[in-house]
């Protein structure tokens, strides 16, 4: 192995993961711990919250995927807020994500909590991770 390739990893945006089992209720989660059954309050509390911190994140996930969405989550970054969402595919889970600014963000995570959905896509690419 060659000084480059040590000093050089690939990365791939073929990242999956395994498909989690339906659940019974919504779930809300921070690294404060998780609320079920989460309301439009704790969505905008548990969104200040990773706002406020840049070691701390969100994620909102539904019991199912109607419209291939499992979940949407989020954490702060140098270039704004990184949102990411959870599409199930066959029996895996792939990460697509997209830097937002602090009313997209909002927007992103109310239209999921209200919808299950997700409806604007575009500027979503699968997530990068070193091989």
Known sequence: ????????????????????????????ENQNGVIENCTYLDVEEYLQMMLDDSEQFITLSMPSAPYGIRFVQACRVNEGIDVELGLEQDNQTKLICRVCDEEECRNVFYEFFNTSNVCDRKGYEPIKMKV
Do not use: I
């Open 1 to 28: 192995m060659g000084l480059f390739s040590k000093l050089f990893k690939k990365t791939t945006t073929d990242v999956r993961f395994e498909k989690v089992a339906p659940q019974n209720a919504m779930e809300l």
